[in-house]
């Protein structure tokens, strides 16, 4: 065989694609090792903390000589700072089990983002999440900075079990896959927030992958302006998505301006079309969400939301708030939501 046949064939890719993967399995079990291995650091600098009487000023000075030590010997990468961050993480995981089973699966970047959070509930969900769908140190800092988790939550009528993630505690109940408010901050858009309908849209397809990481797990992109028509009409959505967990398509509406009754009866006529007309016999009933600029809690309370369970009516923001303003936004959502779902 000539050897020029040899660089056309499968042959060359298929040996890059073993290199590669086991350059992978390598940093994974690494990255793995060395997170163990700080942690381990961690429980060793407590427990000599605990042997002085004046533990404050003797852990600052055990720490200060500690990281001098090791970096005449070792080099960088062990500084005062360092070290505290070590301590602090196996405070923050004193069970070693979930050192094991959660944080070694991450990098120790994602993990002194996620030592960040206060609520044991909250870290374990940032953990879990991170881990399951692959989140870059950027994303899971984006998302913990919007408050992912309370967003989910706030779409939730439910109580959640206290050793239970949003999401994993109802499986495949379309309220754990839906955030309320959405931020939407990479849409470039200027403010304040002129754009139509038809630039949001765009800006939402242009930036796809990071609206597909807003949007949440299990999403893939089905197509925009899709056509349902009937005998004597034609009917365009917006924007159209299968999520391959709850199994059914989730159509989207996008409203530039404030909610109103009849966004709810045009979204409710679609999910029925297009349950009639597009979904299959293997898939659930259609989802349909409407993406507005404002929400009015007498609409929301009063029309076809508050009987329709596969129709929603969330808020976007055009840009990245500020923690009061979320928090705000958030209960004021999840306020909302209560009201929708009060005769339950």
Not at 131 to 137: L, M, T
Not at 212 to 231: N, W
Request: glycine share 4%; proline share 3%.
């Amino acid at each position: 065989m000539d050897i020029k046949s040899y660089k056309s064939s499968d042959f060359v890719n298929d040996i890059k694609q073993m290199l590669a993967q086991a350059r992978q399995k390598s940093y994974q079990a690494v990255n793995s090792s060395m997170v163990e291995a700080y942690w381990l650091m961690g429980r060793r600098i407590v427990e000599e903390e605990q042997q002085g009487n004046d533990k404050a000023n003797y852990g600052d000075e055990l720490l200060k000589k500690l990281s001098q030590a090791l970096t005449n010997d070792l080099g960088n990468g062990f500084s005062y700072s360092n070290l505290r961050n070590f301590r602090q993480f196996y405070l923050t995981y004193p069970d070693i089990e979930i050192c094991y089973t959660l944080c070694s699966k991450l990098t120790w970047s994602h993990n002194r983002l996620i030592m960040r959070v206060d609520d044991p509930l909250v870290r374990k969900f940032y953990l879990e999440e991170a881990a399951s769908q692959n989140w870059s140190v950027r994303v899971l800092e984006r998302n913990i900075n919007t408050f992912y988790y309370q967003r989910v939550l706030s779409t939730q009528k439910r109580s959640i079990p206290h050793d239970s993630s949003p999401i994993a505690a109802g499986g495949g109940n379309p309220e754990d896959f839906i955030k309320d408010p959405y931020v939407f901050e990479f849409f470039n858009i200027p403010e304040p927030l002129s754009a139509t309908e038809n630039q949001i849209e765009s800006a939402l397809i242009d930036n796809l992958q990071r609206f597909l990481l807003e949007l949440g797990k299990g999403y893939s992109f089905v197509g925009r302006q899709i056509r349902i028509s009937t005998e004597t009409s034609h009917f365009y959505i917006d924007l159209v998505f299968y999520n391959y967990i709850l199994k059914c398509f989730v159509l989207f509406d996008l409203k530039a301006g404030k909610l109103t009754h009849q966004d709810t009866g045009q979204m409710d006529m679609y999910i029925r079309m297009f349950d009639d007309l597009k979904k299959q016999e293997n898939d659930n009933p259609t989802i349909g969400i409407i993406l507005c600029a404002e929400k009015d809690e007498t609409v929301v309370k009063y029309s076809i939301l508050a009987e329709n369970k596969q129709l929603f009516a969330t808020k976007y923001m055009p840009y990245l708030p500020t923690k009061d303003e979320l928090k705000n936004e958030i209960e004021r959502e999840k306020r909302i939501f209560n009201q929708k779902n009060e005769k339950d």
